[in-house]
């Protein structure tokens, strides 16, 4: 800036110093912040000996966006049932599209009641002591009303 535009610009600046945020727009020399905004900075090398792929010993849904799988992902849980056929159909979406995150929602729910379903089988004792606690309960708070 030239000599009477820079003092005109330090004079605007002291006049509206009181106003929060005031100055934020300022060029990146005059910015307070400049200096400490990588501090440390971002490690941005690319490898030289990337770490080694996870093996593939389940099967792993992957984005329509992302053809390639991470490094490391998650084994514990593979899909299954009917909540792992609305898994698949989600990934054949794209993460952009709100079905995708719909079905993926759809097939939460879904999980829940094949786990509630498989523990039914497991125990029918207990189920139908709980199943039978579970409608008391409900007669209960509908009788309340």
Known sequence: MA???RETHMDSAKQYAHIPGWGSDLDRENRP???MERTPPRLDVPWSDPPPQQPMTVEILRSAERPEHSRT???RLPPKGLSGAIRRAA???SENDIGHWLLL???DRVDV???LAADLRRSPGKAALAGA???LAAWWLLRRR
Do not use: H
Request: hydrophobic content about 50%.
């Open 91 to 93: 990934f054949r979406r």
């Open 133 to 135: 606690g579970a409608a």
């Open 33 to 35: 912040a400049v200096p």
């Open 73 to 75: 992902f998650g084994t």
């Open 3 to 5: 000599g009477t535009e």
């Open 105 to 107: 929602i759809a097939a």
């Open 113 to 115: 009641a094949e786990g």
